[in-house]
């Protein structure tokens, strides 16, 4: 019985060509583009579930609160670390965890830049990262130990055992090589490369300030017991930050846990409002409406087939087959419809791979020699294949063998009816799709094209060290004189990001008000350097002597104050005494996110505070010849170090690398979405114009013209558009409302994107429609009524 159903399912693909392509070649789309999605959207939910107590560990954060605003941080209090070992029971563990920075190692010749973090010595046996050689309680007790992983341990020594090896840091200290690390996945937050001891990495006098509780200077993990309460752990945490601060202080201490790194590192007014798990949830929505959509052309083209497989049901009824074999049958052929489909999505996955990864920038794959992989592809093809084939099965074999066999088959309003609806959801999903890719788009844009408030072209800089600091006079001296740079200043951060932030007192200040600022220490020709816009004052500079004590503002801080002539005015850093004058107001530039505005902020003149050199390259038409000019003269006056450099543009773009591949993505899946509708309605619509090629002869011989025949069939396929159009404009208003509002700077939702988006779906089916339709109806009229 088996021979005979696939026997029959494979005569009916060949027999019908356009049928397979479109149902096999659909589904294989519909199947490919889910599968892309689950693969994006797994790597994104297992971000370091690696670890076997993922869900014990976290790290703390606070909650300081300004009168204009909430800053949340992972900056705390050092006393913190040693504190909470026995302050609460639920504590199991605490460590230090520096945030990463890039640093210079050497092993005989080999000299390379890594990424690298400080930590104490519980870090490894609280994060579980696999140890190749080494104890995790070991390697790092010792001030000048270093942890390598596989990779950094074969730049550095080869095929030499690295144990027992030594590695110099930063030109200055040789540190010991204690353990190696296996290469750490792919799909961690972590993206160390070495490990040194934070006791050998700050200053003895630092580590002696364990009493300090308003420094908030470093980064605390927490382990917690099994079992503990987060909600009770962070009640207690608060307490006691409170306690240590004085009860007049309304921080808020508490764990932010692992699983949620990743997913939901987005806070606002100190709570956490998503991240990157809207966009998870949506992509696996879309991979599902995509999905849905190929299975509504199956049911679709198999329930307006019906006419051609009723004597086949009426024949076979008549020989004694049951509905439920019926149904089987037609269960077995979807099955096998969707497993020809997937082999051909497997295909089409591993074409599409490399540009999916580069799009993404990850390397998914599919692990084929995992058992898992092929029982989940078995449920899948199991699911896919019986919701598809679920309707078209229950609706064929419900045929009364009688009526079929004598040709009094009439498809009512049971057969169409469902198509109608199911033709009217697709379009609800495209339609939502196309709107949604196109506000995305306007977004992106609209922020793209933002002021950022000083000039980025030319802009490069490159990441200080001690040597270079030292000779930076001579630097910018030999740069300027063979006409590489403009000009030279120096920071304490990037361009592109802010660090730090303070609060600000100044006369005229309301009692109370406590308002958070940005903080960025600068040197010299700072304004000159970037093109940043002075809008009162002057810049810092070497004439003046008291601008060891200059600040400048920007202009969003001078409004916040509320001074109607802040030049001069002196203002102290909360809660030092010492007090700085305004020397300047400068216009607004954008340092971190370009979605948000532009907070509060000041520059002070501290050239010794130096993390990054900014240099303005005069304009060129051969880049590369001044890179490589700049190279040179940094090779000779900073050889212990590789030169590395970025353009301040190339950094700032990105800054939209997430929503970039966010539109991207969107973009496509909707183009296949809207391609998968119009396979539907195209096999559609031919099947119907096929039908009725008996009603097109008579209409002519009676006659009716081609448009008017055109327009009797796209009036019932237009009416299936417009449902679905007004079911998708409330939820498109409403969602992408939702989606904008969740920026500060943001397009306004013009109203008549949903209307033009309408117009063109509409456009689309009457031309697919009409194609077919014309298709039959320029056929011989005669030929078509000669058996009647």
């Known amino acids: 019985m088996l021979r005979n159903y696939l026997n029959i399912a494979f005569r009916n693909l060949r027999r019908n060509t356009v049928y397979s392509f479109i149902n096999i070649g659909g589904l294989a789309v519909g199947i490919a583009s889910t599968i892309l999605i689950f693969l994006w959207v797994w790597d994104e939910i297992t971000f370091d579930r690696f670890h076997k107590n993922a869900d014990q560990l976290g790290v703390l954060m606070l909650n300081n609160f300004y009168s204009d605003k909430t800053v949340t941080s992972s900056s705390v209090p050092l006393p913190l670390y040693e504190l909470l070992k026995s302050y609460d029971p639920k504590i199991k563990n605490t460590c230090i965890s520096f945030f990463g920075w890039k640093e210079v190692l050497s092993a005989g010749e080999n000299k390379i830049v890594r990424e ?297 309003r049971s057969g169409v009816a469902p198509r109608r609806v199911l033709v009217s959801v697709q379009f609800f999903f495209s339609i939502l799709l196309i709107i949604g890719t196109i506000v995305i788009l306007m977004q992106i844009n609209f922020v793209k094209a933002r002021d950022v408030g000083y000039d980025r072209e030319n802009l490069v800089t490159v990441p200080a060290n001690s040597e270079m600091i030292k000779n930076l006079p001579e630097i910018e001296k030999e740069l300027q004189a063979i006409g590489v740079a403009k000009s030279i200043t120096v920071s304490s951060n990037r361009v592109t990001q802010i660090d730090k932030h303070n609060q600000l007192d100044w006369p005229g200040r309301i009692d109370g008000e406590n308002i958070s600022f940005s903080r960025v220490m600068t040197g010299y020709h700072f304004t000159e350097t970037l093109g940043l816009r002075i809008l009162e004052g002057r810049d810092f500079s070497e004439e003046f002597v008291s601008d060891s004590s200059a600040v400048l503002l920007n202009k969003t801080a001078a409004e916040t104050m509320g001074v109607k002539n802040p030049i001069g005015m002196q203002v102290q850093l909360m809660p030092s005494q010492k007090k700085w004058t305004v020397v300047g107001i400068v216009d607004d530039m954008i340092m971190d996110s370009p979605f948000a505005e532009v907070e509060p902020g000041f520059f002070m003149c501290i050239p010794t505070w130096i993390e990054d050199v900014t240099i303005r390259l005069n304009k060129t038409t051969d880049m590369s010849k001044t890179l490589a000019d700049m190279e040179s003269v940094f090779k000779k006056l900073n050889p212990s170090n590789p030169f590395e450099y970025s353009f301040v543009d190339q950094k700032f773009a990105k800054k939209f690398s997430e929503i970039n591949m966010i539109g991207t993505l969107v973009s496509v899946f909707a183009f296949l979405a809207i391609v998968i509708t119009c396979l539907g309605i195209f096999g559609l619509a031919a099947f119907t114009a096929e039908q009725r090629t008996k009603e097109i002869g008579i209409r002519k011989v009676m006659g009716a013209t081609i448009v008017s025949i055109v327009n009797l069939f796209t009036k019932d396929f237009s009416s299936l558009v417009i449902w679905g159009f007004m079911l998708a404009s409330p939820v498109a208003w409403w969602l992408l409302n939702e989606y904008l509002n969740r920026y500060t700077y943001h397009i306004n939702f013009s109203w008549w994107i949903i209307p033009v988006v309408g117009i063109l779906a509409l456009m689309l089916a009457v031309l697919i429609v009409s194609s077919q339709v014309i298709k039959v109806a320029l056929g011989n009229a005669a030929k078509s009524l000669r058996n009647d």
């Not at 201490?253 to 809207?278: T, Y």
């Not at 064929?396 to 066999?405: A, D, G, H, Q, Y």
Request: net charge positive; hydrophobic share 45%.
């Open 116 to 412: 690298g973090k400080a930590v104490s010595e519980e870090f490894l046996t609280m994060f579980r990262f696999p140890l190749l050689q080494g104890s995790a309680e070991r390697v790092l007790k010792e001030p000048n130990s270093i942890v390598l992983t596989e990779a950094l341990a074969q730049s550095l020594f080869g095929d030499k055992n690295p144990m027992g090896q030594f590695v110099r840091i930063a030109n200055q200290s040789d540190l010991k090589v204690t353990g190696i690390l296996k290469n750490l996945p792919s799909n961690s937050r972590n993206t160390f490369e070495f490990l040194v001891p934070w006791t050998g990495f700050v200053s003895p006098q630092w580590i002696m300030e364990k009493s300090n509780w308003n420094d908030e200077s470093v980064q605390i993990a927490i382990e917690l017991n099994e079992g503990a309460n987060l909600p009770d752990v962070n009640a207690s945490l608060t307490k006691l930050i409170r306690e240590k601060r004085g009860e007049e202080n309304k921080s808020e201490l508490f764990v932010f846990p692992l699983s949620d790194w990743r997913l939901r590192s987005n806070f606002e007014g100190g709570k956490q409002v998503g991240g990157l798990i809207d966009y998870v949830i949506s992509f696996s929505l879309i991979g599902f409406f995509i999905l849905l959509i190929a299975c509504i052309n199956f049911m679709n083209l198999a329930t307006a087939r019906s006419e051609r497989r009723a004597r086949e049901v009426g024949v076979r009824k008549c020989v004694g087959s049951s509905r439920k074999e019926l149904m089987v049958q037609f269960l077995g052929e979807s099955v096998l419809i969707t497993t020809l489909a997937f082999l051909i999505s497997l295909v089409l996955v591993q074409l599409s791979l490399p540009f999916f990864n580069n799009l993404v920038e990850k390397k998914l794959f599919i692990q084929y020699a995992d058992p898992l992989v092929w029982c989940l592809s078995i449920a899948f093809i199991l699911f896919v294949g019986t919701m598809a084939g679920s309707y078209p099965a229950f609706y064929l074999s419900s045929f009364n063998p009688v009526k079929v066999l004598k040709g009094n088959l009439y498809v009512g």
